[in-house]
């Protein structure tokens, strides 16, 4: 097991496109990291440079306490999992799972015992002299897994290891990862583009895009707390509520709306500023009938979400809208007048640049 550190790392392809610009970031012993953003931000980039298979334009690389910058990928004491798996299609599954000892020449009989050990404790039981085209995307996903396992590595790599499997099985799969990492205790970097993959697995996560990092937080920090609009944006199963407006007094005006200013951005920002006004739909609430500091508006869809109801209210007395998630016992009619409630310590300010106003 060991820490992940790079410094001043920089990837640079031909015409001087940046996969990864200038990036800083310490992931500890034993920690489960994501890396999350949207396709082309370069999370996949700086994934492969700290395995090796990308070599990094300037800066370095360490894990834990050797300087790996330089190393071939074989030397990096690293196993990585990829999109779709990368089985032998050859090789049985007991020599798919062998094969990282093989390349390190540890005796046959060793070596299949090995994997017969690890593939038990994966639930691969019965399933060890097939062929990888004989499994279903789940059990590839465990055989890719053992592998890795059985590599012995210092730190696991995970490239969207779950994104060829249906949504029930990626559910299953994400808890089963989420147990093998606590047992296993091995320093995990897993890319998604998923948010909830990433806030449910994580201990830490770094947003990125355009190959720098936006953010660095735990997810409760990420989700409650972004640090510029296109965090609140990108991060959480509904985007953040996200409306031009300015300041008066302790007061945010929105159009035609007076509302609370939030409780972070007290004493941080000047008379008539250009703001953006932020909150989550979870944070706000309905009303049917007039509450002082709300915004009144009119429901105009309602999308069933399970347990819970999206509403999107169009505000009076201007173009802007919100979305509110309520219980599914809460639901009002389309049509229906309703007042958005808000509490001042669950919203947001965003400056001019996007940037989160106060801590």
Not at 84 to 95: G, N, R, W
Not at 144 to 163: C, G, H, K, Q
Request: with cysteine; glycine share 8%; hydrophobic share 40%.
């Amino acid at each position: 097991m060991a820490s992940i550190t790079t410094s001043s790392l920089i990837k640079e392809y031909p015409g001087g496109v940046r996969g990864v610009d200038e990036m800083d970031v310490t992931i500890h012993d034993g920690e489960f990291f994501a890396l999350l953003g949207p396709s082309g931000c370069g999370k996949t980039t700086l994934l492969r440079t700290i395995a090796g298979l990308e070599k990094s334009t300037s800066g370095t690389i360490k894990i834990g306490d050797r300087e790996v910058t330089n190393l071939e990928p074989g030397q990096r004491r690293v196993a990585m999992v990829f999109q779709d798996y990368a089985l032998f299609p050859h090789m049985s599954i007991v020599e798919n799972i062998a094969y990282p000892l093989k390349i390190q020449k540890v005796a046959k009989k060793d070596r299949l015992s090995n994997a017969e050990e690890v593939g038990d404790s994966l639930s691969l039981q019965g399933l060890m002299e097939r062929r990888p085209g004989q499994l279903s995307g789940g059990q590839q996903q465990r055989v890719a897994l053992a592998r890795a396992v059985t590599s012995r590595p210092d730190v696991f790599l995970f490239d969207e290891p779950l994104s060829n499997l249906d949504a029930r099985l990626r559910l299953e799969a994400r808890t089963f990862l989420k147990k093998l990492q606590l047992d296993l205790g091995i320093t995990t970097v897993f890319v998604t583009h998923d948010q909830a993959e990433a806030l449910a697995l994580a201990d830490r996560i770094a947003i990125m895009r355009a190959g720098k990092m936006q953010q660095l937080g735990t997810p409760r920090e990420i989700f409650q707390r972004p640090a510029n609009t296109f965090v609140a944006s990108f991060v959480g199963s509904t985007s953040m509520n996200l409306i031009k407006g300015s300041v008066a007094g302790n007061k945010v005006v929105i159009g035609d709306h007076h509302i609370p200013l939030p409780s972070a951005a007290h004493g941080k920002v000047t008379e008539n500023q250009e703001i953006t006004w932020g909150a989550r739909p979870e944070y706000l609430a309905i009303a049917t009938e007039p509450v002082p500091d709300s915004l009144d508006g009119i429901v105009t869809v309602s999308e069933n979400l399970g347990a819970a109801v999206l509403l999107t209210v169009d505000l009076n007395g201007d173009d802007n809208q919100v979305q509110v998630v309520v219980g599914e016992d809460e639901e009002p009619a389309i049509g229906t007048s309703v007042w958005v409630t808000i509490e001042p310590r669950r919203t947001l300010l965003f400056d001019a640049e996007g940037l989160r106003i106060g801590d």
